[in-house]
């Protein structure tokens, strides 16, 4: 008995360490348009969708992100071990993303997070792999009715944001262990692998509603950055960045990101505005870009303006939302994120009793 003990403690110590996770939303824009077109009239024939073309289509972009993810992230940790090491490598990049779930035609990356630079890495290795894939849109498909639209956020868990453990329906009787003990080896064994043996992961809470919500803001032009993102994005760049290995001027190529300002968001931050912050995913040369000028749209210029103001709104919204907290991460000297908020230690206990105590049948 003492033995499960230990072994439960153990799970549970395991599981409970802090832990961020990024989410990386792709979600295909005009597709819903390329369902509904019509072929070409014949003669004596109705109209109809051409069902063909959208299937295939679709089918190209589910297939080809995730391989032009895969080859952009291989370039970069080859590009970063060539600066140094493969020890930076797991630094800067950490685990590969993988699929969290597909909703209709969005697909949803999930990647835990044990560096800032991390964020900044997989971001950078995201938007290149976008742009990667659109060339063969161009290239294979010629179709440029169909874009791309991105979100990035991230979620502290597992005491702000939860992790659900459930079974797929197969149709056969029979269910999970319920136990704490099952509970948590399940949980330790996907935390970096792909769903499968009719296990389902699912992630609840607030920050994956504010990432929701915020993909509604997305176009294929805003790659739209949660606060929690942003920080981490920003703060990577401000502390310690590296330049790419093949870059003509040795530094690596700076994001433009814009500010939309704040608005509320349907049940967030208990309906104060949160700010929309967003990477630039267009061309410099698109007419989109080109009429920037006419607006007076510019993007912010100083990272330390970007940071300052997160760390305002972090103290401002205290209530609701704390900076992103690493344990792992203990080199920033601008800022300490290793540091624990001083209500996880009690949170914690809590979450503890709430598991390990024997259930009422």
């Known amino acids: 008995m003492a033995d499960d003990e230990s072994d439960l403690d153990e799970l549970f110590a395991r599981f409970a360490e802090p832990k961020q996770i990024l989410f990386l939303s792709a979600d295909l824009v005009g597709s819903t348009a390329l369902k509904q077109k019509k072929r070409k009239p014949e003669e004596n024939r109705v109209h109809h969708p051409d069902t063909q073309e959208w299937a295939s289509t679709i089918q190209f972009f589910f297939t080809r992100l995730n ?15 060539a600066l140094r090491d493969e020890k930076l490598v797991d630094v800067r ?15 949803v990356y999930r990647k835990y997070v044990s560096h800032r630079h991390q964020v900044k890495q997989t971001i950078d290795i995201w938007i290149a792999a976008v742009e990667q894939l659109y060339r063969q849109f161009d290239l294979e498909l010629s179709n440029p009715e169909i874009s791309i639209k991105c979100t990035a956020w991230i979620g502290e868990f597992p005491i702000q944001n939860k992790v659900l453990v459930g079974s797929q329906f197969t149709g056969q009787p029979g269910n999970i262990d319920d136990t704490a003990a099952a509970r948590l080896a399940i949980l330790h064994r996907y935390e970096n692998r792909p769903v499968g043996d009719g296990i389902e992961i699912d992630f609840i809470g607030p920050a994956i509603d504010i990432g929701f919500r915020l993909a509604r803001k997305a176009t294929p032009r805003k790659f739209i950055l949660s606060i929690d993102t942003l920080f981490l994005y920003v703060l990577s760049e401000l502390s310690g960045n590296i330049p790419e290995a093949g870059e003509e001027d040795g530094a690596p190529r700076e994001a433009s990101i814009y500010y939309d300002g704040s608005e509320p968001l349907p049940g967030v931050l208990g309906g104060l505005p949160y700010p929309i912050f967003w990477i ?31 760390k305002a709104f972090y103290r401002e919204q205290r209530c609701y939302i704390d900076r992103p907290y690493i344990a792992t991460d203990k080199s920033v000297a601008v800022m300490k994120i290793d540091q624990k908020p001083d209500w996880y230690d009690a949170e914690r206990e809590k979450l503890r009793t709430d598991m390990l105590a024997p259930r009422r049948s």
């Not at 391989?67 to 071990?81: A, T």
């Not at 061309?283 to 970007?306: C, G, Y």
């Open 93 to 107: 990049l950490g685990t590969k993303p993988i699929l969290w779930k597909m909703i209709g035609d969005e697909l």
């Open 280 to 310: 630039d995913m267009a061309s410099p040369q698109s007419s989109e870009v080109l009429t920037d000028a006419f607006v007076q749209r510019h993007p912010v210029k100083r990272r330390r303006e970007i940071l300052n103001f997160c």
């Open 67 to 81: 391989q032009c993810f895969d080859e952009q992230w291989s370039k970069r940790s080859e590009k970063i071990e």
